[in-house]
């Protein structure tokens, strides 16, 4: 259990699961109301292909339905805070990458508008990265891949394992770390239990 007493719950999106391009939306605005009554804590819309046209308004109509929910989960945009500003989403996802942003950068873009301080998820693959992740100021670390890393269902890379995910908990200090990888339900108590204070995924909220 993490110091808030449960597990967070991170859901990231991945609309290339659903083979009819024309279902597509409707299919994650369906996932996107049931994560809202599930009271998912946090989504990442993470739709690398679409164009910020379609991305905003994706983003919009889900920001809709968890307000229309009591705002318990929060959305959360991959890699494009122009687009995550413009929805008047809740944050930004980062990747580790020296090239991209950092958090003081988003929250700075953030106050530069009406919209409340952004909270920044930031992705890690090594203590050094988690290490850098926290110094950035990073509000949400996701560690991984744990078990294995999947493109298309296909395995590509092994996981690092349960004592590499405790050695990233142990190097984050206050800073919450998401599992990320393969978790499932049978895992995600596993996780938690090397230090986890909650668990991220794709196929886990699908």
Same mark, same amino acid.
């Given at each position: ?14 609309? &290339?699961?659903?083979? !009819?391009?024309?279902?597509?939306? @409707? ?9 809202? /009554? $599930? ?8 739709? %690398? ?14 920001? *809709?339905?968890?307000?229309? $929910?009591?705002?318990?989960? %929060?959305?959360l945009i991959n890699g494009r805070t122009d687009v995550a500003i413009a929805a008047k989403a809740d944050g930004v996802h980062l990747t580790s990458q020296r090239e991209s942003l950092t958090p003081a950068q988003v929250r700075q873009l953030y106050a530069q508008t009406t919209l409340r301080e952004s909270i920044v998820s930031? /992705?890690?693959? /090594? ?7 926290? &110094? ?12 294995? %890393?999947?493109?298309? !269902? ?11 995910? $405790?050695? *990233?908990? +142990? /190097? ?6 998401? *599992? ?8 995600? &108590? ?6 986890? *204070?909650?668990? @991220?995924?794709? +196929?886990?909220?699908?």
């Amino acid at each position: 259990m993490n110091r808030l007493g449960r597990v967070i719950r991170y859901a990231i999106t991945d609309s &290339s699961r659903f083979r !009819d391009e024309t279902t597509r939306h @409707a299919e994650l605005i369906a996932h996107a109301r049931r994560w809202a /009554s $599930q009271k998912i804590d946090f989504v990442q819309l993470r739709e %690398k292909t679409l164009e910020a046209g379609e991305l905003l308004a994706l983003a919009e109509a889900m920001l *809709a339905i968890f307000q229309e $929910q009591g705002g318990h989960t %929060k959305l959360l945009i991959n890699g494009r805070t122009d687009v995550a500003i413009a929805a008047k989403a809740d944050g930004v996802h980062l990747t580790s990458q020296r090239e991209s942003l950092t958090p003081a950068q988003v929250r700075q873009l953030y106050a530069q508008t009406t919209l409340r301080e952004s909270i920044v998820s930031t /992705s890690c693959h /090594s203590l050094a990265e988690v290490a850098r992740a926290c &110094s950035l100021g990073a509000d949400l670390i996701l560690f991984g891949p744990v078990f294995e %890393k999947r493109v298309e !269902d296909r395995v590509v890379a092994a996981g690092v394992g349960l004592e590499a995910l $405790q050695h *990233a908990c +142990r /190097s984050a200090g206050e800073t919450p770390v998401l *599992a990320l990888g393969g978790i499932t339900e049978e895992t995600a &108590s596993a996780c938690v239990e090397a230090g986890a *204070a909650g668990v @991220a995924g794709i +196929r886990l909220f699908f």
